[in-house]
C-alpha cells in the first residue's frame, strides 16, 4: 500500500522535500499544450521536450504559436525548450544563436497538462539551473536527464517572477498575480494579459565568462533596463508596464529611430550601478523636444561586435527598426579580447569575442579559413543588415581610455604623459595575440570600404581627456561616496583606490554624447539628421 500510495503521490506531484520528483510513468492519455509566446506568438517554433529518464519527444508550432505533444511514458520533472531554428544553436557565442526559450514542468498529471514557453518562464529555469549548478536554462534543458527540482529555488523564483513582474502582470489585466505561474495560466499570444507584457520586454541569455556559452536569463524592459534579480528600490526596477508600453509606442511612432550598437561605455545601467552611465543611456537628451526622434539603446556591456550579433543583442533592436532609421556602430573595445594565453579567459575570448583588426597596409586579418574573426568582416554583419532594412549605418571609433603610452592610468603622482590611443594591438603570437594591428584604423578602412560616414569618437576623446587631466576623476568613474553610492564599497574598480579608466558616470556619459553630437553636426551628409539636435552646449 505505501508503494501504491507514494506511485499516485508522485504523479500528481507531491513535493518530496527538499525536492520536487516524480517516479512514474504518464499513463497514455497524458498530453502536454501550450502557447509559445515572444509578445506574439512563436509561430513555427521547434519544440523539444526532456525528461528525468533521458526520454524525449518533439513537435512544433503552428501559426498561433500553439501546440500539443504526448506525454506518455514521459517522468517528470520535464524542460521544454522552443527553438526559432531547428536543431537550433542555442548555447554558443562563436555563431549565431537562434531565439530559445525554456519552461519547466515539475509535475505531470494525467489527462491534459498546460506547459507555456516565454521569457517568463525561461526566468524560472534559469534560477532552477542555478541552483543545481548549471550555467543557465540551455544547459538544463541538454543534460542528458533532467534531475530532480530543489523546491526552495524553484518556489523563490516564483516569487522573484511576482515581485518582478507583478504590478505589470495586474496593470495588463492578470488576476490573482499571488498565484502566477507562468507556465500553466491559460493565455494566447494575441497581445493581451500575459503577452501584452511579454511585448514589452526583450529577452536573451547572458555570456559566461570562463567558457563562452549562454548562461542566464536576462530581461531589459523597451528602455533597455535590466528587469531581472534582485528586485529592489536599490537594485533593478520592477517591470513598469505603462512606462514600457509608452517607449514601445514611441519607438514605433517615431519620426525615425537611432540605434546603438555598442558595449559597456554607451549601455544602459541599472540603479544599482549609479552613478555609472553609458553615453547612450543619455543621448537622447541631445535633440530638441520636438524631433520626433526615438534612440534606443542596446548597448551591452562586455560584448564585442562578434558576440554583440551572435548573442542575440542586436536582434532585439533591429525588430524595431524601420527605413530611413539609423544605426550607430560603435565597437572596438571588447573586439580586442584576443590575448590566448590569458589564464582562464583566454581561449574562451579568443573563441567568442576577438575580431582581428586590419594589418598596416589596411588587409583583414583572420584565422584561415574563419572570415567571421576579421574586425571589418564584422562591422560588416550590421552594414549589411540595416542597409537590407533601409537603415542608415553610422560607424565610431570608440571613446577612449585614460592611459598614457605605457598603458598605466595618465596624470597620477606627477606623470605628465599624455592620453593616447589604446586601441591597437601591440603583442604577436608570443605574447598571445595572433595578429598586429589597429582597431581604430580598421575602422575607418570599414567606413572607406562601405562608403559610410564616420564619426572619430576616439580622437574627441582623447583631446577632451587630455584637456581634463586636472578634474578627469569627475568625468571618469571614480566613485568616493559609498554612502550615497553603496555599490561601490564592496567594488574593486571605480573608486579612488582603483579608478575606472573606461567608464564614466554622469558628467563623462554627457559630455561623451555632446561630441557624438557634434560628430553629426561636423558631417555634411548626416544634415538631416543634425538639424534636429539641440544647438551645440545645450542638453
Known sequence: MASLNHTRACLCGLLLAPFLAACVHAPAATTIHGVVSI?????????????????????QTDARGQYTLTAAGLVAPLVLSASSEQNGNCRYNHKPRAVCLTALVA??????????????????????????????PQQLADAPQI???????????????????????????VNDVQHFDPVTLPMQADGSGVDAVLGVINHTRGYDNETGEASTTVITDMGWRPIIQPFGPAANEPLQFERASMERERIRSARLRIFIVGDSTAATYERQ????????????????RDS????????????????????????????????????????????????????????????????????ASGQRQHPPGQPQMSFQASLETYIADARARGAHPILMTPTTRFLNAERKTAYVNGDTRPVVSQHLTRQNTVGGYAYVGNYSQTIQDTARANHLSLIDLEL???????????????YWLVVSDTVKYPWYATQTAGTPAAPDTTHFQEAGARAMAAMVADGLRETPELRALAQWLKPSGLQ
Open 107 to 136: 509535475r505531470l498529471f494525467p489527462g491534459s497538462n498546460r506547459v507555456n514557453i516565454n521569457a517568463l518562464t525561461d526566468q524560472v529555469v534559469s534560477d532552477v539551473a542555478n541552483a543545481l549548478h548549471f550555467l543557465g
Open 39 to 59: 509578445g506574439g506568438a512563436m509561430a513555427g517554433a521547434y519544440i523539444a521536450v526532456r525528461d528525468s529518464q533521458g526520454t524525449g519527444e518533439a513537435t
Open 460 to 474: 574627441k576623446t582623447i583631446a577632451f581627456a587630455n584637456a581634463h587631466w586636472h578634474d578627469w576623476k569627475n
Open 147 to 173: 534531475p530532480a527540482l530543489p523546491f526552495q529555488a524553484h518556489a523563490e523564483s516564483h516569487r522573484r517572477l511576482r515581485t518582478g513582474f507583478g504590478a505589470a502582470l495586474t496593470s495588463a489585466g
Open 273 to 288: 550601478r549609479l552613478p555609472r552611465m553609458g553615453w547612450g543611456q543619455v543621448f537622447a537628451d541631445q535633440f530638441q
Open 292 to 359: 520626433g526622434i526615438a534612440v534606443v539603446n542596446g548597448a551591452r556591456a562586455g560584448r564585442s561586435s562578434r558576440d554583440f550579433y551572435n548573442g542575440g543583442w542586436y536582434l532585439q533592436m533591429a525588430r524595431l527598426m524601420q527605413p530611413g532609421d539609423y544605426v550607430f556602430i560603435a565597437h572596438g573595445h571588447n573586439d580586442q579580447n584576443c590575448n590566448g594565453l590569458r589564464p582562464a579567459r583566454g581561449v574562451a575570448d579568443v573563441t567568442n569575442l576577438c575580431t582581428y583588426p586590419n594589418d
